[in-house]
């Protein structure tokens, strides 16, 4: 409950007063010195707090809910106290103009800072003496529970799936028949029956995944009672493990069989009962609803492994239990969502009416809001059964639908389980979690943007030896392993989250809980409701600002830290200038109103359409660390020591003067402004992206770069003469032994210049689009790209393929992407041992046809993961074949942007721009070799031009060769674009 807030006045304090460069202003009036044992003595004691209120979770206590809501309150004061103190300094200093006593300005100020810390540290120190004598008490009460636990069998904890029971009754921790209604998971139930009983390997431990209410347990308790599993297994055990296991109770829960009296045994004479009356047993243990390693660790010894077709079957929400249990790809299953019809199949049994169309076509679209989830469904169904009239239920329909919480969160038992999962969060992963209701619902949320958004809002900062991106990954990852995001795109080596959505359920979850915790308010088209509290957190969308009530907004503005504009109408009308301490500006759609230089705590500037004359916005946010804009916006003259990412279409001018050691990532350069000077500057850089333009734009200074992981090179189309500087680029390139990724745009060269590249000694992945290389890759035995996961090729005019599997050794994934001319992947693919996917979009048949090829070798050498995907295949047009004038033009495309969807590493991320940069998977090129027919139209339009024009040069200066080879040019380009029609 607090975590938001006292991460955030942490990153707070370390940012204005703790980093080695604080803000001018600051040190002018000297507020550092005086106050920095008080300043470090708050650091302290609240990272010291947090990590108790984290390390003690106790669910349902009252009066720990009680202190976390006094330390919020505390730090939201404390914060917003300091951060108004610091725009106070501005305005004064503005106002003044250096008029009055310096030194009196400077102990008055100094002293108002220090009351306020002393006051937090006073209230810090009162809520931790508070919180200690909680602890005792509810350490003391647990310790007199546990003993009577022990003494009482019928005492058992709930899995979280069965705190929703299907029949209505209480559960049994012996998994006892019930009347659950399962749908929809009859492929699921054969999946995991054969992993029991049918697959020949040696692998005891099978587990089950998949987010809370998405139907593990019922799923688990069927193949348990399946009269092929039971006559199939000498013994049978059912046990509940839960958030809070007990490894006592589960022992007991585990001999419950016996007839001896137990209650009496130690934990050693009960973990050999267990394993006394499994040995030699042919056994089946279902553990249910286990939430952590080291549950499983407390019992696992317990189970004899004599190798006679035993299994172990887990269910739970985290991944990371499946993993540390040894079950692999063929033993995890991964629950998946109901589809509509089995959606609807589960609402009519569960609700039990038959009354009608009527009913039906009012309860369809309540099931589509629950997004599959068994759980939601049920919760809903049972609401509705309890329902007689048409009328009810029209009336509660309605106001379902209109919910903000997107349908049956206003239901106990769901939030229960939703909250369950909240609650067993760490508190940096709960404040990291519920900032995901900052977006739409269904939003495709990028991984990378979020994490400099986290970064931001103090939510996620660098440690020791990890960096804030490292620890944000972390954290994605995290989130992924509990089930509470969903992946929806990886990056090209398949190593990386890059992109993920929220359920509905778990979204509306974040919005409400953000709502209760006075950090999230969500201006819709109703207008109304706004909190009375101010919030930290807006979000403006599906808002018509002609006749909205924009005050009410602005009301907000005293305790708002970030905005984000997703609406479809313009935000001219709100006034920005209020929203003082405004740290985060995301704008998605349409333009500023005219900004003034106010926002001084600004960390995250994202604007996706041009702004004139913005640099005044942000001349004073000392802080800023993320800047995504359209176009370059003034940042060349601006001192901005925390600023880390730089992204624009274009910086123009010089290199720009905020670029320091904290730099990582600049998303376009030009050639040109890549001096020695400049690269030194940010010798820390790990991404950049350098478009050139001609000769002599060889980036000679790049090895200045040595931190440099990932560089994205676009040779601009209508230069000449770079073909004959590619060798030195190369050269150039081979000098960054850090670099990771590589990508070439529009490159003009031969193959054996990417063969240099294997010596790079961390090389992993390549990416070529609209290159021209020849037709013929020879990769000779002597290169190996020795750690290459992931090659990628677009648009190349590639032909013929000659490599060996050696040349690629530790090959993952293979992208081929208009690739018209390759006839097939070479057969050689088949004996790379780590290759996992080749995937071919509008390639020819036959190419297609010999990755299936390679697929089926790899699948008869035991790699069941290796899979081809194939997208939109061309058909075979007999006349490109042969065609030598059909490569690919250098002058043919007009795309000079990067490609923001093709990069993994962060610099250019397609769902954090709206810039309309080229992305090769938009591309609506509907014809085959759409680039040789433009080569011939261009050709055949210069020659109308010259004659109609009635230029000389035709008569005079070009032979009736020429003029031949200029008919049969025409001739082909009518008889191109008549196939085509």
Same mark, same amino acid.
């Given at each position: 409950?607090?975590?938001?807030?006292?991460?955030?006045?942490?990153?707070?304090?370390?940012?204005?007063?703790?980093?080695?460069?604080?803000?001018?202003?600051?040190?002018?009036?000297?507020?550092?010195?005086?106050?920095?044992?008080?300043?470090?003595?708050?650091?302290?004691?609240?990272?010291? @707090?947090?990590?108790?209120?984290?390390?003690?979770?106790?669910? #349902?206590?009252?009066?720990?809910?009680?202190?976390?809501?006094?330390?919020?309150?505390?730090?939201?004061?404390?914060?917003?106290?300091?951060?108004?103190?610091?725009?106070?300094?501005?305005?004064?200093?503005?106002?003044?103009?250096?008029?009055?006593?310096?030194?009196?300005?400077?102990?008055?100020?100094?002293?108002?800072?220090?009351? *306020?810390?002393?006051?937090?540290?006073?209230?810090?120190?009162?809520?931790?003496?508070?919180?200690?004598?909680?602890?005792?008490?509810?350490?003391?009460?647990?310790?007199?529970?546990?003993?009577?636990?022990?003494?009482?069998?019928?005492?058992?904890?709930?899995?979280?799936?069965?705190?929703?029971?299907?029949?209505?009754?209480?559960?049994?921790?012996?998994?006892?028949?019930?009347?659950?209604?399962?749908?929809?998971?009859?492929?699921?139930?054969?999946?995991?029956?054969?992993?029991?009983?049918?697959?020949?390997?040696? $692998?005891?431990?099978?587990?089950?995944?998949?987010?809370?209410?998405?139907?593990?347990?019922?799923?688990?308790?069927?193949?348990?009672?399946?009269?092929?599993?039971?006559?199939?297994?000498?013994?049978?055990?059912?046990?509940?493990?839960?958030?809070?296991?007990?490894?006592?109770?589960?022992?007991?829960?585990?001999?419950?069989?016996?007839?001896?009296?137990?209650?009496?045994?130690?934990?050693?004479?009960?973990?050999?009962?267990?394993?006394?009356?499994?040995? #030699?047993?042919?056994?089946?243990?279902?553990?249910?609803?286990?939430?952590?390693?080291?549950?499983?660790?407390?019992?696992?010894?317990?189970?004899?492994?004599?190798?006679?077709?035993?299994?172990?079957?887990?269910?739970?929400?985290?991944? !990371?239990?499946?993993?540390?249990?040894?079950?692999?790809?063929?033993?995890?299953?991964?629950? $998946?969502?109901?589809?509509?019809?089995?959606?609807?199949?589960?609402?009519?049994?569960?609700?039990?009416?038959?009354?009608?169309?009527?009913?039906?076509?009012? #309860?369809?679209?309540?099931?589509?809001?629950?997004?599959?989830?068994?759980?939601?469904?049920?919760?809903?169904?049972? @609401?509705?059964?309890?329902?007689?009239?048409?009328?009810?239920?029209?009336?509660?329909?309605?106001?379902?639908?209109?919910?903000?919480?997107?349908?049956?969160?206003?239901?106990?038992?769901?939030?229960?389980?939703?909250?369950?999962?909240?609650?067993?969060?760490?508190?940096?992963?709960?404040?990291? %979690?519920?900032?995901?209701?900052?977006?739409?619902?269904?939003?495709?949320?990028?991984?990378?943007?979020?994490?400099?958004?986290?970064?931001?809002?103090?939510?996620?900062?660098?440690?020791?030896?990890?960096?804030?991106?490292?620890?944000?990954?972390?954290?994605?990852?995290?989130?992924?392993?509990?089930?509470?995001?969903?992946?929806?795109?990886?990056?090209?080596?398949?190593?990386?989250?890059?992109?993920?959505?929220?359920?509905?359920?778990?979204?509306?979850?974040?919005?409400?809980?953000?709502?209760?915790?006075?950090?999230?308010?969500?201006?819709?088209?109703?207008?109304?409701?706004?909190?009375?509290?101010?919030?930290?957190?807006?979000?403006?969308?599906?808002?018509?600002?002609?006749?909205?009530?924009?005050?009410?907004?602005?009301?907000?503005?005293?305790?708002?830290?970030?905005?984000?504009?997703?609406?479809?109408?313009?935000?001219?009308?709100?006034?920005?200038?209020?929203?003082?301490?405004?740290?985060?500006?995301?704008?998605?759609?349409?333009?500023?109103?005219?900004?003034?230089?106010?926002?001084?705590?600004?960390?995250?500037?994202?604007?996706?359409?041009?702004?004139?004359?913005?640099?005044?916005?942000?001349?004073?946010?000392?802080?800023?660390?993320?800047?995504?804009?359209?176009?370059?916006? #003034?940042?060349?003259?601006?001192?901005?020591?925390?600023?880390?990412?730089?992204?624009?279409?274009?910086?123009?001018?010089?290199?720009?003067?905020?670029?320091?050691?904290?730099?990582?990532?600049?998303?376009?350069?030009?050639?040109? $402004?890549?001096?020695?000077?400049?690269?030194?500057?940010?010798?820390?850089?790990?991404? *950049?992206?350098?478009?050139?333009?001609?000769?002599?734009?060889?980036?000679?200074?790049?090895?200045?770069?040595?931190?440099?992981?990932?560089?994205?090179?676009?040779?601009?189309?209508?230069?000449?003469?770079?073909?004959?500087?590619?060798?030195?680029?190369?050269?150039?390139?081979?000098?960054?032994?850090?670099?990771?990724?590589?990508?070439?745009?529009?490159?003009?060269?031969?193959?054996?210049?990417?063969?240099?590249?294997?010596?790079?000694?961390?090389?992993?992945?390549?990416?070529?689009?609209?290159?021209?290389?020849?037709?013929?890759?020879?990769?000779?035995?002597?290169?190996?790209?020795?750690?290459?996961?992931?090659?990628?090729?677009?648009?190349?005019?590639?032909?013929?393929?000659?490599?060996?599997?050696?040349?690629?050794?530790?090959?993952?994934?293979?992208?081929?992407?208009?690739?018209?001319?390759?006839?097939?992947?070479?057969?050689?693919?088949?004996?790379?041992?780590?290759?996992?996917?080749?995937?071919?979009?509008?390639?020819?048949?036959?190419?297609?046809?010999?990755?299936?090829?390679?697929?089926? !070798?790899?699948?008869?050498?035991?790699?069941?993961?290796?899979?081809?995907?194939?997208?939109?295949?061309?058909?075979?047009?007999?006349?490109?074949?042969?065609?030598?004038?059909?490569?690919?033009?250098?002058?043919?495309?007009?795309?000079?942007? %990067?490609?923001?969807?093709?990069?993994?590493?962060?610099?250019?991320?397609?769902?954090?721009?709206?810039?309309?940069?080229?992305?090769?998977?938009?591309?609506?090129?509907?014809?085959?070799?759409?680039?040789?027919?433009?080569?011939?139209?261009?050709?055949?339009?210069?020659?109308?031009?010259?004659?109609?024009?009635?230029?000389?040069? @035709?008569?005079?200066?070009?032979?009736?060769?020429?003029?031949?080879?200029?008919?049969?040019?025409?001739?082909?380009?009518?008889?191109?674009?008549?196939?085509?029609?």
């Amino acid at each position: 409950m607090a975590c938001v807030a006292v991460n955030s006045l942490i990153t707070t304090l370390e940012l204005e007063f703790l980093q080695p460069h604080p803000r001018p202003i600051l040190q002018q009036m000297e507020l550092i010195p005086f106050n920095k044992d008080l300043i470090q003595s708050l650091h302290a004691k609240l990272g010291f @707090l947090i990590q108790l209120f984290d390390e003690f979770r106790m669910d #349902g206590v009252e009066a720990i809910k009680d202190l976390e809501t006094k330390l919020r309150d505390v730090a939201f004061r404390v914060e917003d106290e300091i951060e108004h103190h610091v725009v106070h300094l501005y305005k004064e200093a503005d106002d003044e103009m250096g008029q009055g006593d310096t030194e009196a300005k400077k102990t008055q100020h100094s002293h108002r800072l220090s009351h *306020v810390l002393q006051q937090a540290i006073k209230d810090i120190d009162a809520i931790k003496e508070e919180l200690e004598k909680v602890m005792m008490e509810y350490k003391h009460v647990i310790a007199v529970q546990g003993r009577e636990t022990t003494l009482d069998d019928d005492v058992n904890p709930k899995s979280d799936d069965e705190l929703v029971k299907m029949d209505g009754s209480s559960s049994s921790n012996h998994a006892s028949h019930t009347d659950d209604i399962m749908v929809g998971k009859n492929n699921e139930f054969e999946i995991i029956r054969k992993m029991l009983i049918q697959h020949p390997s040696k $692998q005891r431990e099978v587990s089950i995944q998949g987010m809370g209410g998405i139907g593990k347990t019922t799923l688990a308790r069927r193949v348990y009672e399946d009269p092929s599993i039971v006559s199939h297994f000498d013994k049978q055990i059912w046990v509940v493990v839960s958030q809070h296991h007990n490894k006592r109770q589960m022992l007991l829960d585990l001999v419950a069989g016996s007839k001896d009296n137990l209650k009496d045994s130690s934990d050693e004479d009960l973990a050999l009962k267990l394993y006394q009356s499994l040995k #030699g047993q042919r056994y089946l243990v279902v553990m249910d609803d286990v939430w952590s390693r080291e549950s499983w660790n407390e019992v696992n010894s317990c189970f004899p492994d004599d190798i006679n077709g035993s299994r172990v079957l887990l269910t739970t929400r985290v991944a !990371e239990v499946a993993t540390c249990i040894g079950s692999n790809n063929y033993f995890s299953h991964q629950m $998946q969502f109901l589809d509509q019809s089995e959606s609807w199949e589960l609402f009519h049994k569960k609700a039990c009416k038959s009354q009608g169309v009527e009913f039906d076509t009012i #309860g369809r679209p309540i099931v589509e809001k629950c997004k599959g989830l068994p759980l939601a469904i049920v919760v809903v169904a049972g @609401l509705f059964s309890k329902l007689n009239t048409l009328h009810e239920w029209k009336k509660t329909a309605n106001a379902l639908i209109s919910s903000t919480s997107t349908s049956t969160l206003d239901d106990e038992e769901c939030w229960t389980i939703l909250s369950l999962s909240y609650s067993h969060l760490p508190h940096n992963l709960k404040a990291c %979690f519920l900032y995901l209701g900052v977006f739409p619902e269904d939003k495709v949320i990028n991984a990378n943007n979020l994490a400099r958004l986290w970064a931001a809002e103090g939510l996620v900062k660098a440690l020791k030896n990890e960096s804030f991106e490292a620890v944000a990954k972390r954290y994605i990852n995290e989130l992924m392993d509990r089930n509470l995001i969903l992946v929806s795109k990886r990056s090209s080596c398949g190593r990386k989250i890059k992109e993920f959505r929220v359920h509905d359920l778990l979204h509306a979850f974040c919005v409400r809980e953000g709502h209760n915790q006075s950090l999230l308010h969500v201006v819709d088209e109703s207008g109304c409701n706004f909190p009375q509290k101010g919030v930290r957190w807006i979000r403006i969308e599906r808002v018509s600002f002609k006749d909205f009530d924009i005050s009410a907004l602005h009301s907000l503005s005293k305790h708002c830290r970030s905005i984000f504009h997703f609406a479809l109408s313009p935000i001219d009308s709100i006034i920005l200038e209020i929203f003082s301490l405004l740290r985060v500006l995301y704008v998605a759609e349409y333009l500023l109103p005219t900004p003034t230089d106010v926002h001084i705590h600004l960390r995250y500037l994202w604007i996706s359409r041009q702004c004139d004359s913005c640099h005044s916005f942000f001349s004073n946010a000392w802080n800023l660390q993320t800047y995504r804009v359209f176009h370059d916006m #003034g940042l060349r003259h601006l001192e901005l020591p925390q600023l880390q990412y730089i992204s624009c279409r274009k910086l123009y001018g010089s290199f720009p003067e905020p670029a320091h050691q904290n730099l990582q990532v600049i998303s376009s350069l030009q050639a040109s $402004q890549c001096d020695q000077e400049s690269l030194t500057k940010v010798p820390y850089l790990k991404r *950049v992206g350098i478009t050139i333009g001609n000769p002599n734009d060889c980036i000679k200074n790049i090895d200045c770069l040595q931190q440099l992981e990932s560089l994205s090179l676009h040779f601009d189309s209508l230069s000449y003469g770079i073909r004959d500087m590619m060798a030195q680029i190369i050269n150039n390139i081979l000098l960054l032994k850090n670099i990771r990724k590589l990508r070439f745009d529009f490159m003009k060269s031969e193959w054996k210049a990417i063969n240099v590249l294997s010596k790079l000694p961390r090389f992993e992945v390549l990416k070529l689009r609209y290159s021209k290389l020849g037709k013929k890759w020879e990769v000779p035995e002597n290169v190996k790209f020795c750690h290459l996961i992931c090659l990628k090729i677009s648009h190349d005019n590639l032909k013929h393929w000659e490599v060996g599997a050696d040349n690629f050794p530790k090959l993952e994934r293979l992208f081929l992407n208009k690739c018209f001319k390759l006839r097939e992947i070479p057969n050689s693919f088949a004996e790379i041992p780590t290759l996992n996917l080749i995937q071919l979009k509008r390639c020819r048949p036959s190419a297609v046809m010999s990755a299936k090829q390679i697929e089926a !070798e790899q699948h008869d050498y035991g790699n069941e993961n290796m899979v081809v995907i194939e997208i939109d295949t061309i058909e075979f047009r007999p006349l490109e074949d042969d065609s030598d004038e059909g490569e690919f033009d250098e002058d043919d495309s007009d795309e000079g942007e %990067f490609d923001e969807d093709d990069s993994d590493e962060g610099e250019f991320d397609k769902d954090d721009s709206d810039e309309g940069n080229f992305d090769e998977d938009d591309s609506d090129e509907g014809e085959f070799l759409w680039e040789e027919q433009m080569v011939v139209v261009a050709v055949f339009a210069i020659l109308v031009f010259e004659m109609v024009s009635g230029s000389q040069v @035709l008569q005079l200066k070009i032979g009736i060769g020429y003029r031949l080879l200029y008919f049969c040019l025409v001739l082909q380009a009518w008889l191109l674009l008549g196939m085509n029609k």
